[in-house]
DNA sequence: TGGCGGTACTG
DNA sequence: CAGTACC
DNA sequence: GCCA
């Protein structure tokens, strides 16, 4: 790849006449870092193929930044095909010709490029939601009452389709915009594998780890009521039909609504251009029920500082809820129908639709004490009790408090270091501290292994703390704790990483003491950051990655739903075995089920299935609420986190979103071993977590 | 109407 | 014990 | 706040 690529912007009179790059006269355009550049040799041919159209003047700017070619015209060189929304493949085949577009062709829809860049790799081509469709293109009115309500089974398709796109990274992490499901939800689940539509799709199995991993993906795609299957449990006999009825007719209410919005969106040119006004530079969609996730959020926030703890879980779980819708939810029905939004919620959705504004929301920012409560309670180690007694104290600002409140030690800690602790920590950065500490734990026993939790394995782009879990094989808690509290972190001390310990077990140093909170600097940076240590005895590794990887209200989630199956899940195991007295208080402790594997927890909590597909292969659920769709198809990203797991079906189960899936290779498995023995996902005999991070 | 996760560290 | 924290 |  020579000249041509040499991502100089302008190739102008030297370049291929084919191959000529934009050649735009008002603005230039700032390449991206070499390392950055992931359209690097590649060749973008849009469709239209122009730059009138603002939306698309954006997308091809910034695919110039990083790296690609615009193609002015139909070249050989073309790699990429860059469709917009509104068109369908027959629109690509008159535009090129269908004689002119090769097997090596990738055609995409045009949320390909902002989403590789937003992911920094060049993402896998077929995902549904980059694929174009097929078929002529259809007007807004036969599109809307097109193909949905076939038959009752069919919604569940679309509903499963949309879900896996729609709930990616949504659940868990406000921050990390997704595309909008779109057109993509209109095609009938088979789509994709069984036509074996797109470039990328067609490609022998078994050429590479992607190609196999491309005919997995297709192949559950293809089954579409995964999620029904789920719905065995043995929680509630007589009144699991009742809880699949109320499911099955949301799916059905929220497809019938997809297939309105969806097709204006398309349409509609004005939403590019709004979208693009309001979100500059990075081309990402937002939840359509933004607004009113963050109004609900607000009340969150203002029933946690007054107290209320109950109702603040409500609003969480309310939001949680909202964010896996991908339609707008603007009446009060509509909201009603989704399990953890009740009538008095439904009723602040609908007002926030209709007013743009929550009354309740308003008459609660009078009290002028609100921003001070808000402010101290951003404190490390203070909560409302501690800041209402400051305040009551007549302390009315940071300062205030160093000079002349009481702290304790973690809180004058907190209080020096407030902005650093409150504020985000890039992932490059969470990954940074780990290699150091994992560095520091080799050193001290080569055996010790190290996985990075908490959000972060969640696959959020930025995180709050840092979590590492460690363990060691075969190793209890002693032995690691030894390990770590003797030898790693007192180096880690002596390099200057570690700058000070917060809750570090050191009251009782013989008893079991697992974790080490405190706060570490990169070197030659002034940034604190707080960091968390787990210890965790090898036979306690699967319970322990459930503990830090979910969020806390998958947490309570699965942990209630233990405890209604008499049942005690924890950070150490899942109990047996358990007697509960009159108020669910735990009488007995119960006899250990499984600590070491993940995996069958999940399954003795009826919450494993194990799916037969098409080709003989079959796919283990393991999930998690709040993982980002693409972080863990990627695997790159999360680097392990999530190992030999890759999301394909999203299942609802009560108030728990499970969305990651393992695959097992099955009949395949010899097949697949041969073509990717050290792929992540092969399936191993190690434990979940550790495959190899490197 | 009552329950709403289960645990660990600090003071 | 209450308070705060972890997910 | 929601839900059984």
Redesign the pocket.
């Known amino acids: 790849m020579p000249a041509q690529f040499s991502n100089r912007r302008k190739i102008s009179a030297k370049a291929p006449p084919k191959l000529s790059k934009k050649q735009s006269s008002k603005k230039s355009i700032q390449l991206q870092p070499e390392d950055a550049q992931i359209f690097r040799g590649l060749v973008f041919y849009f469709l239209p193929n122009n730059d009138i159209a603002a939306p698309r003047r954006k997308r091809i700017e910034k695919a110039q930044e990083y790296g690609a070619l615009w193609a002015r015209e139909w070249s050989a060189d073309v790699t990429h095909v860059i469709v917009d929304a509104n068109l369908r493949m027959s629109d690509v085949e008159k535009a090129i010709g269908s004689d002119q577009l090769k097997p090596r062709h990738v055609i995409v829809n045009e949320k390909y490029p902002p989403d590789c860049i937003e992911y920094q790799v060049l993402l896998p081509t077929h995902l549904l939601k980059f694929q174009v469709f097929p078929g002529p293109r259809r007007g807004p009115e036969a599109e809307g009452q097109q193909p949905r309500e076939k038959s009752p089974k069919a919604p569940s398709e679309h509903f499963n389709r949309s879900k896996i796109f729609a709930t990616a990274g949504a659940a868990a992490k406000p921050d990390n915009e997704q595309e909008e499901p779109a057109v993509v939800t209109h095609e009938p689940a088979s789509f994709a594998a069984v036509e074996g539509f797109g470039p990328s799709i067609t490609t022998k199995k078994g050429e590479n780890e992607d190609d196999e991993l491309d005919r997995i993906v297709a192949e559950v795609q293809a089954t579409a009521d995964l999620p029904l299957e789920l719905e065995d449990d043995s929680l509630?006999p007589s009144?699991s039909t009742t809880?699949s009825d109320s499911e099955d007719g949301q799916l059905t209410r929220m497809q019938e609504k997809k297939h309105k919005r969806s097709i204006s969106d398309v349409v509609d040119p004005q939403l590019g251009f709004s979208c693009m006004r309001k979100n500059e530079g990075t081309s990402k969609s937002k939840n359509p029920n933004l607004r009113t996730i963050e109004m609900l959020d607000k009340?969150a926030h203002y029933?946690d500082r007054i107290g209320?703890?109950?109702?603040t879980?409500?609003?969480r779980?309310?939001i949680t809820a909202l964010k896996r819708q991908t339609d707008y939810i603007a009446t009060r029905e509509q909201a009603?129908g989704?399990?953890?939004?009740?009538?008095?919620?439904?009723?602040?959705v609908e007002e926030i639709a209709c007013t743009n504004k929550l009354r309740?929301l308003e008459s609660t920012v009078t009290d002028p004490n609100d921003p001070i409560l808000l402010l101290f309670?951003g404190?490390?180690?203070?909560?409302?009790?501690?800041?209402s007694?400051w305040i009551a104290q007549g302390h009315q600002s940071l300062e205030d408090l160093k000079s002349k409140a009481d702290l304790?030690?973690?809180q004058r800690i907190?209080l020096d270091h407030y902005d650093d602790f409150l504020s985000r920590i890039p992932r490059s950065e969470v990954m940074a501290h780990a290699d150091i500490v994992r560095r520091a734990c080799s050193n001290a026993d080569a055996q010790i292994q190290l996985v990075v939790?908490?959000?972060c394995?969640?696959g959020s782009a930025d995180?709050?703390?840092?979590?590492l879990i460690i363990t060691k094989e075969s190793a209890s808690l002693e032995q690691i704790r030894t390990i770590l509290v003797d030898t790693v972190i007192p180096q880690l001390f002596q390099d200057g990483f570690l700058q000070v310990?917060?809750?570090?077990?050191?009251?009782r140093s013989t008893?079991?003491?697992?974790?080490?909170?405190g706060a570490s600097a990169l070197p030659g940076s002034q940034v604190w950051r707080?960091i968390?240590l787990l210890f965790v005895p090898w036979d306690e590794f699967g319970a322990a990655l459930i503990?830090?990887?979910?969020?806390?209200i998958?947490?309570?989630?699965i942990?209630?739903l233990?405890?209604r199956k008499k049942m005690?899940?924890?950070?150490?195991g899942l109990?047996g075995d358990?007697m509960r007295g009159?108020?669910?208080e735990?009488i007995t402790?119960g006899r250990l089920l499984e600590g070491r594997s993940e995996e069958r927890i999940f399954e003795i909590l009826g919450l494993q299935t194990q799916h037969h597909l098409p080709g003989g292969a079959s796919i283990r659920i393991m999930a998690y609420m709040g993982i980002s769709l693409e972080s863990v198809i990627l695997g790159k990203l999360v680097a392990g986190a999530i190992p030999r797991c890759i999301a394909l079906s999203t299942i609802q189960k009560?108030?728990v979103v499970f969305h990651i899936c393992e695959i097992d290779l099955a009949t395949e498995a010899a097949t697949a071993a041969k073509n990717q023995t050290t792929s992540k996902w092969s399936k191993g005999t190690d434990q979940p977590g550790l495959s190899p991070h490197n």
């Open positions: 509630e009144s809880a009340m029933y209320d703890r109950w109702r879980i409500s609003y779980k309310a009603i989704i399990p953890g939004i009740g009538e008095r919620l439904a009723s602040k309740r309670m404190i490390y180690q203070v909560g409302l009790p501690t800041a007694r304790t030690p973690n907190g939790g908490g959000s394995r969640r995180c709050g703390d840092i979590d310990g917060l809750a570090t077990s050191r009251s008893d079991r003491g697992s974790k080490w909170h707080r968390d503990y830090f990887t979910g969020n806390d998958f947490n309570r989630s942990r209630l233990a405890s005690r899940l924890n950070q150490h109990y358990i009159e108020k669910r735990r402790q009560r108030d």
